[in-house]
């Protein structure tokens, strides 16, 4: 079945460097990914999507990247700070259907 | 506030209690949804509402029942929890099944 799914667990990283998380996913018909961010005692939040047309797609310091050969996305966050540290979920959806999320990976920031 | 509200913030619960989770949302979403997230694991969609009429149901303990009076409001009745329903539970909305989901802060549902 679908299934979405993160390498790591848990990443630290020093303030000012960049972050980079990962995703893999199953389903080769999915067509949308979206990254989440949730705080603590917080909702998940919309970060940034891409469609599965697009390879790279940048925001306000992140940049989600597709490869859709190896069926693996990953959020990119540059000059990562403080604030940055939370929970972070990829979601995959297939042509309407609901999205499915992986299990999140915990992004530490070090000062 | 991310215009999806969820009350109480915290619910601490004997097995044997009833109790209710609101969900409130003005987004103008057509669709609503509950999750439960537990420590380590993937966010379960539980229950989803499009247009006030449930459309999924994942197979859900009956001891957990969803109410969807309007599409501004959800509810989520508990009765004879067990303590591995201790949770976190998410409502989110959105315009559609694909895009948009917005979410609520949770509430912390602890059984005891």
């Known amino acids: 079945g679908e299934s979405v799914g993160l390498h790591l667990p848990t990443l630290s990283v020093q303030e000012g460097d960049n972050s980079i998380i990962n995703c893999a996913y199953s389903?080769?018909?999915?067509?949308?990914f979206i990254w989440y961010k949730q705080e603590s005692g917080k909702g998940p939040q919309f970060i940034i999507d891409i469609r599965s047309n697009m390879d790279k797609r940048q925001g306000q310091r992140v940049t989600v990247l597709l490869n859709k050969t190896v069926k693996h996305l990953s959020l990119q966050i540059a000059a990562t700070q403080p604030g940055d540290s939370a929970v972070y979920f990829c979601?995959?959806?297939?042509?309407?259907?609901?999205?499915?999320f992986g299990a999140g990976t915990i992004l530490r920031v070090k000062s | 506030e991310t215009g999806v509200t969820q009350t109480p913030r915290h619910l601490v619960m004997g097995m044997t209690n009833k109790k209710s989770l609101k969900c409130e949302q003005h987004?103008?979403?057509?669709?609503m949804y509950w999750y439960k997230q537990s420590a380590k694991k993937p966010l379960e969609l539980m229950f989803v509402?499009?247009?006030?009429?449930?459309?999924e149901n994942n197979s859900v303990p009956s001891r957990f029942s969803p109410e969807c009076p309007n599409s501004s409001h959800l509810f989520l009745h508990l009765h004879t929890l067990q303590p591995e329903d201790s949770a976190l539970y998410l409502c989110?909305?959105?315009?559609?099944?694909?895009?948009?989901?917005?979410f609520g802060s949770g509430t912390r549902l602890t059984v005891v």
């Open positions: 989110a909305s959105s315009p559609n099944h694909r895009y948009g989901y917005t």
């Open positions: 389903n080769s018909a999915s067509d949308y």
């Open positions: 509402y499009s247009l006030e009429e449930r459309v």
């Open positions: 987004l103008g979403h057509n669709a």
């Open positions: 979601a995959e959806n297939i042509k309407g259907n609901k999205l499915v």
